[in-house]
């Protein structure tokens, strides 16, 4: 044989050689595939069993989520474990077979399992090729598919629970909810409307929120029933998704939870916890912003829960949905407000409101707060505040709303109406949301549900005002409860208002210092030096002057000193300067206000003699009050604080101003009768009456005289004459008020943090006074307690005064007779001893509200000593 034969063969054999190696290293990976396929569906068997469950509620498996004994685990935790019970070879459930295979709907579940299994991929190649007796009848069991329900309707959940009541069993159940409310497109493809609802119910804006309707062949293709008894397995489509049917839903959740919750809050919660992480990657990447109908869908079911702030739900579910509704756009925020404000949707308003604010109470109670670690840092509470907003808006939609604001009026701004130099108004928040639904909390006369019901007291004493400022001074977007003031009590915006008049205080100060260096010193404080006797002209020259050489000088903080008097002003010769001017410019010999007698409320007299500089004055001195946190003893109707806000007086404010007239006008516009004109008798013309008690006719449009009032044109009256009173008649008067007010506060958050009905509150003080709270907040220094027998003796007397001696000890002790915003509790009264028994007088240091009591010994002298002391103290003569 040749060499060159004998090559061939030894090439020939080396190649059947490697044929049969490669064979045999193609079949070993082939069947090294089949068990990872196989040992990766008995992990997944196993997550379900954890999160899900497996549907019988007598299960005793510790293992289970079924045998109630297992807490709720996130898809992290769950997949870890999984792996974990698959290499212990541990006890499996029996349960019902499933209809499907797992889809795109758990791909959250898979990529949870897929990290896992990568962070320990060692261990799990060597149980999959590891050989085991049982794993191969597992993988058999766990491959047997059938059909499964892909989204719900009323009937299918109707159709499910029934099935699973005759059968004992409810893993069908649990499957199709954990199998739904993970997934966004199951979700939002659920509970569809099949008929357009009544295009008021639907939307309020009928160009941009157009409602699609599904008629009954196109909801049998959604659910693939092309006859009714066809299984549906067919996944709905997306392209015409219908919005909600929210009864549907309500009805088929009070069905549900007639169950025990037990037998599927875990798969429930753990769904929502999945479907959660889904929202948390898709919204922030979706390339249209605009269309994400299906997250509206998803969001509207959601929160119709009804065991959502409860449970397993408050404490996980809802966190989720909640970190994951802070990537909601402004569009899908509005779209929200306008169905939950609409009546269909408006009833779950209060439900949901209830729910995110006890989530925020039980984060607020739970969590501990430090230095590094704000109230303002919890995701939790900062993004169901964000959901909140939402419902804020909705809920004054689903009031009483006036005309739609202008632009000028939706920036907070009055600039339109009274102008005020750019250079000294500051350019104000728009909410981008308020923006998109064109809308502004002073549109709205009557909420739905009380403005104060979207308080949340724990929440605002948790937060640190000085912090939450500096947030909302930053450029850095950190979150700011003052952009989300209605979640927040008067009181604690009040500290929110407090630290801007300080910090800019300190600002002139420093500046103060610098130009003393500089040579050119100036004096850090707004300093008045008034006459008593002369309190109107002597505040008036000085303020006029400041204001027109240096507007900024009044943002110093406010020294008064009384000529010819000692005292150094530490806020309580201020509280009288402010009282005093009050109770002159009020007066009515005064001419400057008239009162009205049914109210007892002052408004502007449209025939007065003053000049605008004292109205000017009457504005600065507003401003200060607020600046400088000073309570006024004024008694303005609430359309003066609209004004001031930005809107004009209409109809509704006569109701506050002239309640006589308001009822008449009224009892016009109610009356539907032909007879109008003869019943009434009126024309465009009216009359009233100037500062000597004569008559003035004016004519409300040309030829007013001869123009009836008619049921045609009665609203037009109406609404022109209350335009005549509360503002064309006044308009000199106000712009000067206004002009005034806005040279102390145009640069301050007032408007952003302040309704209408709060600045009255910060301005006038609350009109409670509960003693009660005075006596838990005080405190007693020099030997007293709360023990001490004339402690005792003092409020026992306090207690029994009447209302007006009760203001008069308030004026005694602190300066003013007005109860804080916050109540009294506020005040943070001091009792101090004066010495042993004596026949003093007790006395006050107004400036820092201390109470100086001699320990009298007995009751009686107690109470002799105190009410002369009270009843005859007049000026600043305590300090």
């Not at 010193?521 to 002597?538: A, M």
Request: with cysteine; glycine share 4%.
């Amino acid at each position: 044989m040749s060499s060159s034969d004998s090559s061939e063969k030894q090439d020939e054999a080396s190649r059947n050689n490697r044929e049969a190696s490669s064979s045999s290293l193609d079949n070993n990976k082939k069947e090294d595939e089949m068990k990872r396929a196989a040992a990766k569906k008995l992990i997944e068997r196993y997550f379900y069993q954890l999160t899900d469950g497996c549907g019988n509620p007598h299960c005793d498996n510790k293992y289970c989520a079924s045998s109630g004994d297992l807490k709720p685990l996130t898809p992290d935790e769950a997949a870890a474990q999984a792996i974990q019970l698959f290499s212990q070879d541990a006890r499996l459930c029996e349960r019902h077979p499933n209809k499907i295979a797992r889809t795109q709907a758990n791909s959250n579940i898979e990529s949870s399992l897929n990290r896992q299994k990568m962070n320990s991929e060692t261990i799990t190649n060597d149980l999959v090729l590891s050989p085991s007796g049982n794993e191969e009848s597992k993988s058999r069991n766990l491959l047997n598919t059938s059909s499964e329900y892909l989204y719900l309707t009323e009937q299918i959940l109707y159709d499910i629970i029934e099935e699973c009541e005759a059968n004992d069993s409810y893993s069908k159940l649990i499957k199709t909810l954990g199998k739904v409310f993970c997934n966004i497109d199951c979700l939002a493809c659920s509970f569809l409307q099949t008929e357009t609802p009544d295009i008021e119910e639907k939307s309020f804006d009928k160009d941009t929120d157009k409602v699609r309707g599904l008629n009954k062949e196109e909801v049998r293709s959604l659910e693939g029933e092309k006859d009714k008894d066809e299984d549906s397995c067919v996944e709905p489509s997306k392209n015409s998704l219908a919005p909600v049917d929210l009864p549907s839903v309500r009805r088929a959740f009070a069905a549900l939870f007639k169950l025990k919750t037990s037998i599927f809050e875990n798969a429930l919660v753990n769904a929502l916890v999945a479907l959660a992480g889904n929202l948390q990657v898709q919204l922030p990447t979706r390339k249209d912003k605009d269309n994400q109908d299906d997250v509206v869908n998803v969001l509207l079911i959601v929160f119709e829960i009804p065991a959502l702030g409860s449970g397993d739900f408050l404490e996980t579910g809802l966190p989720a949905i909640c970190r994951a509704s802070q990537w909601l756009t402004v569009s899908v925020q509005a779209k929200l407000a306008k169905i939950w404000s609409s009546p269909v949707g408006r009833i779950s308003l209060r439900s949901i409101l209830e729910n995110l604010q006890q989530l925020i109470t039980l984060k607020v109670i739970v969590t501990q707060f430090h230095r590094d670690f704000y109230v303002q840092d919890e995701n939790v509470i900062t993004s169901a505040t964000r959901l909140i907003k939402i419902l804020y808006f909705a809920n004054m939609l689903a009031g009483t709303l006036e005309s739609p604001c202008s632009a000028e009026e939706l920036a907070g701004s009055i600039d339109s109406l009274y102008p005020i130099p750019k250079s000294q108004k500051a350019v104000p928040h728009v909410d981008p949301l308020a923006y998109e639904l064109g809308i502004n909390v002073l549109n709205c006369r009557k909420p739905h549900l009380p403005f104060e019901e979207f308080y949340n007291e724990l929440l605002s004493d948790a937060v640190e005002m000085d912090r939450d400022f500096a947030n909302y001074k930053s450029e850095l977007g950190k979150f700011s409860f003052m952009l989300y003031p209605f979640i927040l009590t008067p009181a604690t915006k009040t500290m929110g208002l407090y630290f801007d008049s300080r910090i800019r205080m300190y600002s002139e100060r420093r500046i103060s210092v610098l130009q003393a260096y500089r040579g050119t010193p100036s004096n850090p404080y707004l300093k008045l030096k008034v006459r008593r006797d002369h309190i109107i002209d002597d505040a008036l020259v000085e303020l006029e002057m400041l204001a027109m050489e240096n507007p900024n000088d009044l943002k110093k903080q406010l020294v008064v000193e009384f000529e010819g008097e000692q005292g150094i002003d530490e806020g309580g010769v201020s509280k009288e300067f402010f009282q005093l001017v009050v109770e002159e410019i009020f007066n009515p010999d005064y001419g400057m206000f008239v009162l009205q007698k049914e109210t007892q409320v002052v408004w502007f007299n449209p025939t007065s003699f003053e000049s605008d500089g004292q109205f000017t004055l009457i504005g600065i001195v507003l401003g200060l009050a607020i600046y400088n946190n000073v309570i006024l003893s004024v008694n303005f109707p609430m359309v003066l604080y609209r004004k001031l806000m930005g809107r004009r007086g209409s109809f509704e404010d006569l109701k506050d101003c002239n309640p006589v007239l308001y009822n008449s006008l009224k009892q016009m516009l109610e009356y539907t009768a032909p007879d109008l004109e003869d019943v009434f008798m009126q024309t465009f013309s009216i009359s009233y009456e100037d500062v000597f008690g004569s008559a003035i006719n004016h004519q409300l449009k040309e030829n007013g005289d001869d123009i009836q009032v008619t049921q045609e044109n009665k609203f037009e009256y109406v609404e022109l004459y209350a335009d005549f009173l509360l503002n064309k008649q006044v308009e000199k008067q106000f712009h000067a008020f206004y002009k005034g007010f806005q040279m102390v506060v145009d640069e301050s958050p007032l408007e952003l943090l302040f309704r209408p009905e709060e600045i009255e509150l910060l301005i006038c003080g609350s009109k409670v006074f509960d003693f009660d709270e005075l006596e838990k907040s005080t405190e007693y220094d020099g030997g007293y307690s709360s023990n001490s027998q004339i402690i005792k003796d003092f409020w026992t007397i306090v207690h029994l005064l009447s209302d007006e001696d009760k203001k008069k000890l308030l004026q005694f002790t602190t300066g003013s007779d007005r109860v804080p915003i916050g109540g009294l509790s506020r005040l943070k009264l001091v009792i101090s001893r004066n010495g042993p028994d004596s026949d003093r007088l007790p006395t006050a240091h107004t400036c820092f509200n201390v109470l100086l009591l001699p320990e009298y010994s007995s009751k009686d002298k107690l109470e002799d000593r105190l009410m002369k002391a009270i009843s005859y103290s007049k000026g600043f003569g305590m300090l």
